[in-house]
């Protein structure tokens, strides 16, 4: 695959579980349709599962101009080598020039091996994406655990990157927005060595898609401080998140990590309590709407991200901002 002119247009990859379209696949169509307008070419998706028919209209919906479209009751749940003996033929044939994964689990595993299988580059967990003067792609990914943002552009075809999570915004869906689905031939494949036993919750906390969070650093002093936070995340409607230390200690686990290693957040709230403000936890939840920092060290540099700092103890703090919420919503004293 190394003639660049052969390569056109952008692929994305949407993910899917239960039959139910991940949201990042959205916010990889609304990126991808600027790329592809301003590069005036074309923007296509690849869709595998089961009945999926009416659900590949909505990436239509959402911007993409072609979904491919593998539908088979082998490829409901995801099965990596069915998945990516089905996307690497694919990509083969449509040769597209960019080829965009969401840096979700799932596709954190697949577009390595999609990439190896395609003998080109991946770069991993980008947050942003840009175009240059000759319309090459400028993979933007923060390196040296978060100092420095690097600019990577990639001589391989196509160009493979996987994006981090709420990052790129979702069009709005236009349902009279036209499209083609093309339904593909499944590649099948007698035993791939996985076979699904049962079912677990994938994860206990979906802290990616909280509107309010209220997250605890190592100003807590013991695990089960935790409680502390819980219950003012729950007075609000929120959940609870982390820095990296008290994960890295087990305290909790890394489903509630903030941060360049953990989760990219964007809540409407973010309660950072007796967190320093370390650029690799910012990295993860600077772009929250309204941040409020309580720390007892007024030069932390969290309070330079945060709308609303407040000097002081957070086992002061917190049990006063329990006892004037309770106050407000049960009229408790
Ligand atoms: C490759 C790499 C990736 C990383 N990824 C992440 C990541 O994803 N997320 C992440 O968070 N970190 C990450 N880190 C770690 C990061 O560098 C910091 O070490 C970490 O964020 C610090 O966590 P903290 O703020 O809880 O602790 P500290 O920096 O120790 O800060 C504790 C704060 O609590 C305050 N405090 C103490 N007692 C109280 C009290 N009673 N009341 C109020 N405030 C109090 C102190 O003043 C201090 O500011 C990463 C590091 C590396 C090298």
Redesign the pocket.
């Known amino acids: 695959m190394k003639n660049e002119s052969e390569y056109s247009g952008i692929l994305i990859f949407a993910e899917q579980q239960e039959g139910k379209i991940h949201p990042i696949s959205f916010e990889l169509l609304g990126k991808g349709r600027e790329l592809a307008d301003r590069l005036g070419e074309e923007l296509s998706a690849v869709l595998l599962g089961h009945n999926m028919k009416d659900v590949a209209k909505e990436l239509i919906y959402h911007g993409a101009d072609k979904v491919y479209l593998f539908d088979h009751p082998s490829l409901r749940d995801f099965d990596i080598v069915l998945y990516k003996e089905n996307i690497v033929d694919l990509v083969k044939e449509i040769k597209p020039k960019f080829f965009l994964v969401g840096a979700t689990h799932l596709g954190r595993s697949l577009a390595p091996r999609v990439a190896a299988a395609l003998e080109t580059g991946l770069t991993a967990d980008c947050i942003d994406l840009q175009l240059d003067e000759k319309g090459d792609l400028i993979q933007i990914r923060p390196a040296f655990?978060?100092n420095i943002l690097a600019h990577i552009k990639t001589r391989t075809r196509p160009v493979m990157t996987t994006i981090r999570y709420k990052i790129f915004e979702k069009m709005k869906p236009d349902t009279s927005r036209k499209g083609e689905i093309i339904e593909r031939k499944v590649k099948l494949i007698e035993n791939t060595g996985t076979r699904v036993l049962r079912k677990e919750r994938e994860r206990t906390v979906n802290i990616s898609d909280a509107e309010i969070i209220v997250s605890g650093?190592?100003?807590l002093k013991k695990p089960e401080d935790f409680k502390l936070l819980r219950e003012l995340a729950e007075l609000l409607g929120g959940v609870v998140g982390s820095?990296?230390?008290?994960v890295d200690q087990g305290w909790i686990s890394k489903d509630h990590?903030?941060?360049?290693?953990?989760n990219t957040v964007k809540p409407k709230l973010y309660i950072a309590?007796?967190?320093?403000?370390?650029p690799?936890?910012l990295a993860?939840m600077r772009d929250s709407k309204i941040i409020v920092a309580?720390?007892?060290?007024p030069s932390?540099p969290i309070f330079r991200v945060a709308d609303y700092g407040i000097v002081?103890?957070?086992?002061e703090i917190v049990p006063q901002l329990i006892k004037e919420i309770k106050k407000r919503k049960f009229g408790d004293d």
Not at 273 to 278: A, D, K, L, T, V
Not at 312 to 315: E, F, K, Q, R, S
Request: net charge neutral.
């Open positions: 655990t978060g650093g190592r100003g820095s990296r230390p008290l990590q903030v941060g360049f290693s953990g309590c007796g967190i320093s403000g370390s690799q936890h993860g309580i720390n007892i060290d932390a002081g103890d957070l086992y």
